[in-house]
């Protein structure tokens, strides 16, 4: 199954009993229709998801960063401290397609380089170099 949508939150990475990793973050996606009366619908699913490949990828997955997700959807149903019954969607991922980083960081985007002099020995050979070009 593939979904795609916005995560609602950072990505946080976890570790187990066993000392295994899962990266776990939520992503909402908005569907729009209009109903037989002609108006117009908007519904947001909202899904938590789990990722068990590597943890390195929680640190592109930010709040507002538009993914396409591939794996497998469940439900889970569990009864609340307040004795309500609650029920949510899940997604076990198996790829992640990053469409977009998050709203906040599209501004303030920086060279990976950052600091580092650009300038390469070689350019500061070139003045006693006698080519033409």
């Known amino acids: 199954m593939n979904i795609i949508g916005r995560l609602t939150r950072d990505a946080e990475v976890r570790t187990l009993s066993n000392e295994k990793q899962v990266v776990n973050f939520s992503i909402a996606t908005n569907d729009n229709y209009r109903n037989k009366q002609g108006e117009k619908i908007e519904q947001t699913t909202y899904f938590d998801c789990s990722y068990w490949i590597s943890p390195k990828v929680a640190e592109i997955l930010t709040k507002g960063a538009l993914v396409e997700l591939n794996g497998r959807a469940y439900t889970s149903a569990w009864i609340g401290k307040d004795g309500e019954a609650h029920a949510g969607l899940n997604f076990l991922t198996s790829q992640i397609k990053l469409h977009s ?33």
């Open 101 to 133: 980083g998050s709203r906040k960081d599209s501004n303030n985007i920086t060279p990976k380089n950052k600091g580092v002099n650009a300038k390469s020995k070689s350019a500061d050979n070139d003045k006693d170099d006698d080519l033409p070009f």
